[in-house]
């Protein structure tokens, strides 16, 4: 199981990005992919959640909105679109998966991905 994150970058409040995450040896009609992120100096945490049927939960309310997790089974990939991003943004965001029997409410994650770095600043 592999996990790749990209399409972070620099932006300037307001603005917006799209994440990817290409993942192999996976099934997404049978895995849930969560994207979290981790602050520098703070703990990781949830963002988003995209389950094996496509539903989604967002970890934090106040990121409904301006978040937006999607995915595109035939090319292996969830994306998270977000916009009027905010310099608290800033963070390196993982994706991962809680594995085969896992959903977007398990405690745990078996699998992540790299990470990709975020900057929110003017």
């Known amino acids: 199981v592999q996990l790749q994150a990209s399409g972070g970058g620099s932006v300037q409040p307001g603005g917006s990005l799209r994440l990817s995450c290409v993942v192999s040896?996976?099934?997404?009609?049978?895995?849930?992919i969560g994207w979290f992120r981790q602050a520098p100096g703070k703990e990781r945490e949830g963002v988003v959640c995209?389950?094996?049927?496509?539903?989604?939960?967002y970890y934090d309310d106040s990121r409904k909105g301006r978040f937006t997790i999607s995915r595109d089974v035939a090319k292996n990939t969830v994306y998270l679109q977000m916009n009027s991003l905010r310099p608290e943004d800033t963070a390196v965001y993982y994706c991962?998966?809680?594995?085969?029997?896992?959903?977007?409410?398990?405690?745990?994650?078996?699998?992540w991905g790299q990470g990709t770095l975020v900057t929110v600043s003017s």
């Open positions: 995209i389950s094996n049927s496509g539903s989604t939960l």
């Open positions: 991962g998966t809680p594995g085969i029997a896992g959903t977007c409410r398990s405690p745990e994650y078996d699998y």
């Open positions: 040896g996976v099934n997404l009609d049978y895995w849930a």
